[in-house]
């Protein structure tokens, strides 16, 4: 009979003794990580049989254990090969490696329910005499998700992984992180594009594409011939909005645009070595009065309009060739998307196209 086991920090635990199905469970901790950094392990779930392989039906976050996007799962091999999502057979001795990353999004802790035991629950509300509200110690803020691997030979059964992390505050007291502090290294099934973002948005903007300043690299998950991009891992594009060049701005206003991705929604697609192309794109847009720089727009803003563009396609218009690479996405902006009067007047029904080229490194 095959064995099932999981080996971190020198940890391992074994379900396969008897027969009929199983249930495992193990909790893996990160160390303490500041937004916008991030820790990283290795989960290496090991077929400890001599003579037997195992098959995993599907691997990944349970449903809605990972909705605030604190954790993201960087790769999946076998063997060093890269593996993908479902159908994973793991030969004899050999083992699934699982890589992990702990990126907290922000100071909020998890709030769930796993099997009967609950996290992050607010407390109840009590009222306090005026001069002790804020002598009280304030806990660690601790975020959690749940990976299942659901197995279906030679035995069926589920082994999970509970993550946990404890969230600090940045480095220059930051309280939200996401693509504004955007960072890839490629390799390991992470693919990485540096290079150029420019928007043309005709009714809005003339004169053709515009560069924008764009805060990071974009980072997209390879597995096998799967493509993933987590929006919530997108970087900030600036794009400055001068009446000189808008005529539908009142005299002398200076606006700044800033474009991230939306929160929760991870794009999904193929790619063929050459080609990426992707659905369920999601992007955010904010747009707060004056000229900020990226470094003011990362340490949030107060926006007058903020709004969402949802289900929206990346293709690839030039494929990959000496690691240059050229994606495009076209889109039409529905009617009053903000709500803001000023703003809805010249966004609404206008075209958007963007177009990415530069370098993609895996």
Sequence with gaps: MGCLGIALTLITLSACSGSGSFVS?????????????????????????????????AIGFDRGSNAAGHFRIDSIT?????????????????????????????LDPSQAAYGGWVTGENERWIP???EEVGKEEEGAIYQRAIIEAVYDYPREGI?????????????????????????????????????????DI??????????????????????GGEVTLRMDDFPYAIMYLRSEEIPQLPSGVTATMIISGAQGVEAKGTFDGTRIDLDGVGFRIRVALGELTADQAKQGVSAMVDFELSDLTIETVKPLAQGLITMKLETTIPENPSGNELFDQFLSGATVIAVMEGELSF
């Design 159 to 199: 082994f999970y992984v509970e993550l946990v992390g404890e969230a600090t505050e940045g480095p220059n007291g930051e309280e939200e992180a996401g693509g504004a502090f955007a960072t890839c290294t490629p390799g390991g099934g992470t693919a990485c594009y540096t290079g150029g973002f420019a928007l």
């Design 128 to 130: 306090k005499d005026p």
């Design 202 to 223: 005709p009714d809005l903007a003339p004169g053709g594409p515009k560069d924008l300043e764009i805060t990071g690299p974009i980072r997209f998950s390879i597995s």
């Design 78 to 106: 076998v063997g060093g090969a890269t593996a993908g999502t479902s159908d994973v057979v793991i030969p004899p001795g050999s083992a699934l490696q699982v890589t992990v990353t702990y990126a907290p999004m922000n």
């Design 25 to 57: 469970y193990q909790k893996e901790a990160f160390d303490e990580t500041q937004v916008t950094a991030s820790a990283t392990k290795t989960i290496a779930i090991g077929n400890t049989s001599s003579d037997k392989e195992q098959h995993l039906r």
